[in-house]
């Protein structure tokens, strides 16, 4: 099995940047990708972006695009989550999630709140 651990979360202003990290634990030679989502107060939870775990490509949602980077690194099993110039709307529970393969469901961590004001 494969455990997420969230980190990094917090209270930030509009406009400010923060990085979230996702650590990884177990059998994560077997990753194929990870992922970061997020969910507000009220909504679902909605996709951010998803980094190929041995190749690094990434791939965002329209929402964050330009602003969010996904970064992994493979020898500390840690993925990361660099947000700039945060919106009050980026205001969630980010959440980590890994797959072993393309056709697997989502491991999931437990979440870390992001909020940002205005």
């Known amino acids: 099995q494969v455990r997420l651990v969230e980190s990094g979360g917090g209270l930030v202003q509009a406009g400010d940047s923060l990085r979230l990290s996702c650590a990884a634990s177990g059998f994560t030679s077997r990753l194929y990708d990870m992922a970061w989502f997020r969910q507000a107060p009220g909504k679902e939870r909605e996709f951010v972006g998803r980094?190929?775990?041995?190749?690094?490509?990434?791939y965002y949602a329209d929402s964050v695009k330009g602003r969010f980077t996904i970064s992994r690194d493979t020898v500390k099993k840690t993925m990361y989550l660099q947000m700039g110039d945060l919106k009050p709307e980026d205001t969630a529970v980010y959440y980590c999630?890994?797959?072993?393969?393309?056709?697997?469901?989502?491991?999931w961590g437990q979440g870390t709140q992001v909020t940002v004001s205005s």
């Open positions: 999630a890994g797959r072993l393969s393309n056709y697997d469901s989502n491991i």
């Open positions: 980094i190929n775990w041995s190749g690094g490509s990434t």
